[in-house]
């Protein structure tokens, strides 16, 4: 072909090249546009897969709160089913009891007229006071309106005894015994005693004396204690004194027999009262926390001595109650004994008492008739005098009870009360344990903290056997044998004629050896030194302790000092 042929056919193929690039690159952008198209659709699906992910988030979210809030609902509307109930209950009994009161006001206003003549009479003591016109009311209006009521007759009895008209006056007596003989009884005692008639009074005692005692009874028996403890008449005669604290013990030992109760298990019974009242106690004792285990069992030891201090303040709060409490004690007394329902207004006031239970149980009716059914059973039970005042005496505040009567009860038990305090004395001096668990780095032993110097001589033969044993580990057989060694090689070496060898090799064993012994001698020499630096650290730290232990001696001994103030307290009583 010639060259023109190869030139044109040359541009042809040129030409064709260009086609070829021409629809390549056409291709190139339809596909580029293709896949632009096709990441385009892409992102839109991922968008509308958000947004549809989003969307079934957001409405599982308001499904889970929509389902909560009726969970929620459905538990209220639950609590509701179960309060409304309680609720209607303690509105029932709220209501019950505003028509109670509205009963007590309208129905007994007799009784509360009785009771408030007979209040003026008690607080005054001066018959002369009460009126003609009242006591024509009292006597004979108001008897015939309330003649079921035993203070009417009461009352009767004390104006016929004024108007010295002993017939109506023993048949009003006789009448109020048959409604109430307790009250009556005590009624006529304590008016007796306060006129001064102290004969009188005791034939009053001498009728209730004969009386079955009950729970009922409880804080009659205190009141009859208070008397003989002087709590209202400094000046009451030896007599009845003598017959108030024979009654008073007689009832004590009575209920100590009914309770099971031991002198024993009386005292058992304070002392573990007394042991409630300490507190936790911590002192300053490092060595003593670190090295041994005597740091708890003296903080304990220290808790009950210096639970002294308040022991003795509990005490002295107790016997010197406030001058308005004593004096206010008998009144009080007085006027609930004269404020006690009858037998006509009991069943009200037993409803009462049932309806506040409850309430305080929250509408539970069950809970209430089971408080209610126990209140009822301790009121007609067999007194339970031992556990009641040493329950009162110990675990209320005067914010609780009466002051006066927490004194009371406690000079009842006070026999009791010093030698529960004896037995608690006794039990924490009882712990007199000076052997105690000792760990000072690698020695351990159990040691006399009261004895210093036997505690240091164990400490130096401990060490010594330490340093003994250790340096029985440290053997020089290794440096001997280098020596033996190279005498030996020196030997060999004249038989070979190889003397310089011989002795440069036995130079090198003889140093190595030599090297070996001098790491002995200061390996022992470091034994020593660390023998006698623990051993010296180790009676310091003792030294420590033991002063450490007879500051917690005498930190004891500083409140066992309080008990003898407290014996004193008890001595005065």
Not at 147 to 176: C, G, Q, Y
Not at 193 to 214: D, H, P, T
Not at 330 to 339: E, F, G, P, V
Request: aromatic share 8%; charged share 25%; net charge negative.
């Amino acid at each position: 072909m010639s060259n023109a042929g190869l030139y044109a056919e040359k541009n042809r193929l040129e030409r064709e090249l260009s086609d070829i690039r021409y629809e390549n690159a056409k291709l190139q952008r339809e596909v580029d546009q293709a896949v632009g198209t096709i990441d385009s659709l892409r992102q839109q699906l991922v968008n509308y897969e958000n947004n549809v992910n989003n969307t079934l988030a957001v409405s599982e979210s308001k499904m889970n709160n929509s389902i909560a809030k009726a969970d929620t609902a459905l538990g209220l509307q639950q609590q509701i089913e179960v309060l409304y109930p309680l609720y209607m209950n303690i509105e029932e009994a709220d209501k019950r009891n505003r028509q109670l009161q509205q009963k007590i006001y309208y129905d007994f206003k007799d009784y509360r007229i009785i009771r408030k003549i007979m209040q003026g009479i008690m607080d005054n003591l001066d018959l002369s006071l009460v009126s003609e016109e009242i006591i024509y009311k009292a006597v004979e209006k108001e008897h015939l309106q309330a003649p079921d009521f035993w203070l009417t007759s009461a009352m009767l009895a004390v104006m016929a005894w004024k108007a010295d008209n002993r017939e109506i006056a023993e048949r009003a007596i006789k009448n109020s015994l048959s409604l109430d003989i307790k009250n009556t009884c005590m009624f006529f005692m304590i008016f007796n005693l306060r006129m001064g008639r102290e004969a009188a009074a005791l034939n009053w005692m001498s009728v209730y004396e004969q009386q079955e005692i009950k729970g009922e009874d409880y804080k009659t028996i205190l009141m009859m204690f208070s008397l003989v403890s002087k709590t209202v008449f400094e000046n009451i005669s030896t007599n009845i004194r003598v017959r108030l604290e024979a009654f008073v013990d007689r009832i004590l030992k009575e209920s100590m027999a009914k309770e099971s109760f031991s002198d024993e298990g009386i005292i058992n019974l304070i002392r573990e009262r007394m042991i409630r009242t300490r507190t936790r106690q911590d002192f300053d004792c490092p060595a003593l926390r670190k090295h041994t285990n005597a740091y708890e069992y003296l903080a304990e030891t220290m808790s009950f001595a210096e639970n002294n201090s308040n022991i003795l303040d509990w005490i002295c709060t107790i016997v010197n109650p406030k001058t308005n409490e004593r004096n206010a004690y008998l009144k009080h007394y007085m006027d609930n004994l004269i404020a006690s329902p009858n037998a006509v207004e009991k069943e009200t006031y037993d409803e009462m008492k049932k309806n506040d239970y409850i309430v305080e149980c929250h509408g539970n009716k069950a809970d209430a008739e089971i408080r209610f059914a126990q209140e009822m059973h301790r009121m007609t039970q067999d007194i339970n005098l031992i556990a009641e005042m040493v329950k009162t005496v110990h675990d209320n505040t005067e914010e609780e009870v009466n002051a006066q009567m927490r004194r009371n009860m406690f000079v009842i038990l006070k026999d009791y009360e010093k030698r529960g305090y004896i037995s608690y004395l006794n039990n924490y001096r009882a712990r007199t344990n000076s052997r105690f668990s000792l760990t000072i780095q690698d020695y351990k032993t159990e040691a006399d903290l009261r004895d210093f110097q036997s505690e240091t001589r164990k400490i130096d033969s401990h060490y010594s056997a330490w340093l003994s044993n250790e340096l029985s580990k440290v053997k020089d057989v290794a440096s001997y044998i280098m020596f033996g060694a190279g005498v030996a090689v020196l030997i060999g070496s004249i038989f070979i004629k190889l003397i310089a060898l011989g002795i440069g090799i036995m130079v090198l064993l003889g140093l190595i050896g030599g090297i070996m012994m001098l790491v002995n001698s200061g390996t022992r020499k470091r034994l020593t030194n660390t023998a006698n630096r623990n051993c010296a650290n180790a009676k310091e730290i003792l030294r420590q302790v033991v002063t450490e232990y007879g500051n917690a001696l005498n930190g004891i001994r500083e409140y066992d000092n309080i008990s003898e103030s407290i014996l004193d307290e008890f001595a005065k009583i």
